[in-house]
């Protein structure tokens, strides 16, 4: 999909917001997370439904515990420091447990 579609990194879903990225963090898919980050994917992008970034979409993946953590390192590579100062401002915010928490 990336290779078809290189520019379309910062492409909405019109449903909820999310970018490939996320779409691909969701799957648990290491390869799709490290292809749209390779074609200039913004890693602290955030949807418009929750302003979740694709990590959070990773730790509530669909697959297995191998896939999750594969899609989690792969975007814990790219600008962490920025994208934990983000997991903090969500985390602060408690409406992230009271999302998280329900499902």
Known sequence: LVAAYPDSTMCRDTATG???LHHAAASGSA???K???????DV???DRTNGWPALL????ATGSVSDRVGALDALLRHRTEEQLRLLGK???DSTLCSKSCSK
């Open 18 to 20: 999310a970018f490939p």
């Open 31 to 33: 390869d799709g997370a």
């Open 35 to 41: 292809a749209w980050l390779a074609a200039g994917a």
């Open 44 to 46: 602290c992008a955030v």
């Open 57 to 60: 979409y990773a730790d509530f």
């Open 90 to 92: 969500l985390l602060a």
